[in-house]
């Protein structure tokens, strides 16, 4: 069963890349143990502060053990994820100055990347569960 004590990934509701990555950690996590809210989001707005989800320029992750943004946040996030894609948490190791650069420049061309999707993922009634207004 799921509860505000288990992470929320905050992300960029009208950004098709973000729901990309939506729809990623939901096919390859492992408990199911993360929720959703988008930053434009009831959730967001009652959770973080302002600058986050005004600026729309990073995920968000809030767990126990506080708010990540950029790289922080995606590292925090692969332990929940199947193998392979839990290994790619040895990256972590690099320093913050090569890991956020990286990340910023992946944000900046999200847009680009991919468009947002014609229509929607129909969520399964366990996937409803975990997504936040």
């Known amino acids: ?17 973000c729901q990309w990555a939506v729809q990623f950690v939901l096919k390859h996590e ?23 989800t005004e600026s729309l320029d990073s995920v968000v992750v809030k767990s126990s053990n506080g708010i990540m943004t950029e790289s922080e946040a995606v590292f925090f996030l692969l332990p929940y994820l ?4 839990s290994l790619f948490a040895i990256f972590k190791l690099l320093p913050l100055f090569v890991r956020n650069p990286v990340y910023r420049l992946v944000a900046r061309n999200r847009h680009k990347l991919m468009k947002a999707p014609a229509s929607c993922h129909l969520p399964s009634v366990d996937e409803r569960k975990r997504l936040l207004p």
Do not use: V, W
């Not at 492992?30 to 986050?52: C, V, W, Y």
């Not at 199947?82 to 894609?85: D, E, G, L």
């Open 1 to 17: 069963m799921t509860s505000h004590q288990n992470p929320i990934l905050f992300y960029d509701g009208s950004c098709g890349f």
């Open 30 to 52: 492992r408990n199911h143990d993360i929720l959703f809210a988008p930053l434009q989001g009831e959730t967001a707005k009652n959770t973080l502060s302002p600058n986050l």
């Open 82 to 85: 199947k193998a392979p894609f």
